[in-house]
């Protein structure tokens, strides 16, 4: 809420719809000095049924943008969840995951890091918080999710996903050669 009040989308046009994977404050998690890793596992365990939500919006098949404030994290962990879920090729789900970290601006990311050293000069996971996606960290989010709950098909069924609703993700993601 806090982020959205402060910097609503200035995408206009398509419908918007508003899912709040963190609740309470984004704060909390520079405070607390939460890993990437933490927090990723934190989504899993809090946000599932929000997690969920987003997808089936992914399965409807419609044109769809997933995005958040800097677009790494609860993004990369949605969607990384959606093409795990239909069979996408691990290594290239961890390999797009990471590519996020490339294209944000530098400029943007060395006042981020340079604004979370004097707030939180004493945090050892600030700076990666705000403007890393390393391949690792979703590498092992992925190996977490299988371990856990089987797979990520498992895992969205754990959060309420049905077995009708797999498969329209599937048919929205995969294209299937004639």
């Known amino acids: 809420g806090e982020e959205v009040a402060a910097e609503p989308t200035e995408i206009e046009g398509p419908d918007t719809t508003h899912l709040p994977l963190f609740l309470g ?30 997808i089936r919006i992914i399965a409807r098949g419609q044109r769809t943008l997933v995005h958040c404030t800097v677009g790494k994290d609860r993004t990369g962990v949605t969607v990384a969840l959606a093409l795990s879920a239909v069979g996408a090729d691990r290594e290239a789900v961890i390999a797009d995951y990471a590519l996020t970290e490339s294209q944000l601006p530098a400029q943007r990311s060395r006042r981020i890091a340079e604004y979370l050293r004097t707030q939180h000069p004493e945090a050892v ?36 996903m049905t077995e009708h609703e797999l498969t329209a993700l599937a048919a929205a993601l995969v294209e299937v050669a004639p």
């Open 25 to 54: 404050s984004v704060r909390s998690f520079f405070e607390a000095d939460t890993s990437l890793d933490d927090l990723y596992l934190h989504l899993l365990e809090q946000s599932g049924e929000r997690l969920v939500e987003a």
């Open 125 to 160: 996971h600030a700076v990666a918080l705000a403007t890393q996606s390393p391949a690792p960290v979703m590498r092992r989010l992925l190996e977490q999710v299988d371990e856990r709950w089987g797979s990520a098909a498992g895992y969205l069924r754990a959060q309420g």
